[in-house]
């Protein structure tokens, strides 16, 4: 598997796992293993021994000017 065949299958499991984690959150849906189910742990998603962050995946990147709880 090459790396942008990785790639799509690293945006379809962000999807899935945004979508299940969602109704997990909100809506009282199944709680999942995300890294079982998704491939995602501690903010990457693995794929065959590739590995991408939500700034590979969105193509947005991190911005510290946000603010929220990640200060530098």
Excluded at 35 to 42: D, E, I, K, L
Excluded at 46 to 54: A, I, M, P, Q, T
Aim: net charge negative; glycine share 12%; proline share 3%.
């Amino acid at each position: 598997m090459t790396r942008e065949q990785a790639l799509k299958v690293a945006k379809a499991n962000h999807a899935s796992h945004r979508t299940a984690d969602i109704a997990n959150l909100f809506k009282g849906g199944p709680a999942f293993d995300a890294q079982a189910a998704y491939g995602y742990r501690h903010g990457w998603y693995k794929v065959e021994g590739y590995s991408f962050c939500d700034e590979d995946i969105t193509g947005v990147p991190y911005d510290i000017t946000q603010g929220g709880w990640a200060f530098i």
